[in-house]
């Protein structure tokens, strides 16, 4: 079946370290997206890309990177510099950027 | 700034009692409004897209409409299945195509 595969499904986090998200699509999507949800907000913009070895920053970038290396793959790596990392990180895709997403099922990060 | 608010922030149903979930927005120019669902520890699922003022959509027990401030999402006789988090998000022409989310309406259908 075509999705989008994210892991791990919950993941901590030390202070001053570095962390991997991976997010995996089968569905042969162009674009491909990073969220953040916490509760009582709103999901926010992280990252997107839409194509590869293309990607432009959202509303909350900061403390965050990226890469796009292939049209499958769009990890996500939050950096120590950013401050409060414990969140609920969603990766979407979509065939093209103004069409509906197709989310991933979540990873919760949390700090030790 | 694209900007959009849901309301009410809960609500609780006993099943088969029909209500609607509001969502105000405002946008420089509206391209679409999508209503997604959202189960605990999971991530959303599409449910509609509307584009235009006067669009209604039907899935199930569920019926989102549009008008050109806010669209409501209706659900009929709900279920318990029904229980989960209605997301609601807007598109605009003038902000890159990317969407703006409201925090959500947390939906608990009893039995």
């Known amino acids: 079946d075509g999705g989008i595969t994210q892991s791990p499904k919950y993941l901590f986090r030390k202070e001053g370290q570095n962390v991997t998200l991976s997010c995996e699509q089968n569905l042969n999507h162009d674009a491909m997206y990073w969220y953040r949800q916490d509760p009582g907000q709103g999901l926010r913009l992280i990252y997107y890309?839409?194509?590869?070895?293309?990607?432009q920053k959202g509303d909350i970038a900061e403390g965050y990177s990226v890469s796009r290396e292939k049209k499958e793959s769009f990890p996500l790596t939050v950096t120590s510099a950013q401050k409060n990392p414990t969140a609920f990180y969603l990766c979407?895709?979509?065939?093209?950027?103004?069409?509906?997403?197709?989310f991933g099922s979540g990873t919760q990060l949390s700090v030790l | 700034e694209d900007q959009v608010t849901q309301s009410p922030e809960a609500l609780r149903l006993q099943e088969g009692e029909s209500s609607s979930l509001n969502c105000s927005y405002t946008?420089?120019?509206?391209?679409?409004l999508f209503w997604y669902r959202q189960d605990p520890g999971k991530g959303p699922e599409f449910l509609f897209t509307l584009y235009s003022a006067g669009e209604e959509k039907e899935k199930e027990r569920l019926k989102a409409t549009l008008t050109k401030k806010e669209s409501f999402l209706h659900i009929t006789a709900p279920k318990p299945e029904d229980s989960a988090t209605y997301l609601c998000a807007v598109q605009s022409w003038g902000y890159g195509n990317k969407l703006v989310f409201g925090a959500g309406t947390i939906l608990r259908v009893k039995s």
């Open positions: 890309s839409q194509i590869v070895n293309d990607f």
């Open positions: 946008v420089s120019g509206l391209r679409g």
């Open positions: 979407a895709s979509s065939r093209e950027v103004d069409e509906k997403l197709f």
